[in-house]
Structures are given as structure tokens and as C-alpha cells.
């Protein structure tokens, strides 16, 4: 991966999220457990009319796993319904708010790349830096 260790790819990923993006604290919600957040916070917008976010995830107090995730917004609060309790083992930082959740895999992938706009720069100096190699 030229050159460059993993750990370190993720510790400047880390840094770089944190530095750009709102951190938002996140409320344990129903706690379904699969690996379908972006479904599960379609369905909550859809029974209970809350918003759909997409956030970047960051494991507390290390710099990996770092993760797309989607949760929704009850007023106030930020909720988990997939995570549930284990919320709490992670920070969160906010990429977009979704309007049209019959349309969360497009989402998805928008969201990914607003991502990938947000942090091009740091990933281009990472590629591109000559102390890597």
C-alpha cells in the first residue's frame, strides 16, 4: 500500500475527521446489531418521522475502526438504533443530513464521496508526501 502502514493511514484519517467535522454526542437507541445502519435509520425516520444523518464513526480513544454509519435525530437528539448501547465506545462526527430516505443506498454512496471531499486533501498529501516511502 506504497509504503504507507495502515495504522498511520488511519491515525491521519482520524486526525483529519476530527479537525473538520462536527462531533455530535449519539443517545444508545434500539440496539439492532446488524451491519444495515442506513436501512435501520430509514425505518426509524419512517415509523417515527426522525431525521436520517450520515456520520463518520471513530472508535473512542483509538483512531480505527473508522466507519460510515447512519443514525437518526429526535428533536434534540441523536440516536443509534443500530449500535444501541455500544454507542457509547464511540465518537461521532456529522457528514450530511439526509433528505430522501426511500433512497438510502444512493445516499450511501453520496455520502461517502462528501466524505472523500472533506478529506481528499490530507488523503492527496498522504499519497503524494515523500516521507511515507
Known amino acids: 500500500m ?7 493511514l488511519y491515525t491521519k484519517a482520524a486526525n483529519n475527521v476530527r479537525k473538520q467535522l462536527a462531533k455530535v454526542d449519539v443517545k444508545a437507541g434500539t440496539g439492532l ?4 445502519c442506513q436501512h435501520n435509520a430509514a425505518q426509524s425516520a419512517t415509523l417515527h418521522g426522525s431525521e436520517v444523518y450520515a456520520c463518520v464513526v471513530i472508535q473512542k480513544g483509538y483512531d480505527s475502526p ?8 429526535d428533536g434534540d437528539t441523536f440516536k443509534d438504533n443500530t449500535l444501541g448501547y455500544l454507542s457509547g465506545k464511540y465518537d461521532y462526527f456529522l457528514v ?3 433528505e430522501d430516505v426511500t433512497r438510502m443506498d444512493v445516499e450511501l454512496v453520496t455520502a461517502k464521496n462528501t466524505l472523500f471531499n472533506h478529506t481528499a486533501n490530507w488523503l492527496e498529501k498522504i499519497i503524494f ?5
Do not use: A, C, V
Open 66 to 73: 473508522i466507519f460510515i454509519h447512519f443514525i437518526n435525530k
Open 33 to 36: 446489531f446488524n451491519q444495515r
Open 2 to 8: 506504497l509504503g504507507i502502514s495502515k495504522n498511520r
Open 96 to 98: 450530511m443530513d439526509i
Open 129 to 133: 508526501s515523500s516521507d511515507i516511502f
